[in-house]
């Protein structure tokens, strides 16, 4: 008597797991695309701002905060020297009287 009603206990639970398992592996294989496109787009972005002799921006298209978010979306963890890497390039990009283009 007891094993019948743990059966459908033990099927919803094998059930659950099974869910929950696929969603993460979507999670995951989500976090990669992402991280290819910002991977991607930084890229373009420094080539595009290198072309137009840009090169304050093309360098931070590829500093190390966009590096930070490419790992925060491809491992889904961040440290805390990758939080601050991406705040001062975010500060260097909003200070007024930043650096010209060059000719």
Do not use: C
């Not at 695309?33 to 298209?61: C, E, K, N, Q, T």
């Not at 930070?68 to 007024?96: H, I, N, W």
Request: no cysteine.
């Amino acid at each position: 008597m007891a094993l019948k009603t743990l059966e459908p206990v033990m099927t919803r639970q094998h059930e659950l797991a099974v869910m929950r398992e696929r969603n993460r592996h979507r999670l995951d294989l989500l976090g990669l695309v992402a991280g290819f496109l910002v991977s991607l787009g930084s890229v373009g972005g420094a080539l595009v701002f290198g072309l137009h002799s840009d090169y304050w921006m093309a360098a931070i298209m590829l500093s190390p905060s966009v590096l930070a978010v490419t790992k925060l979306f491809v491992l889904r963890k961040s440290d805390a020297k990758d939080v601050r890497a991406a705040g001062s390039a975010l500060g260097a990009v909003t200070q007024p009287g930043g650096p010209q283009p060059l000719p």
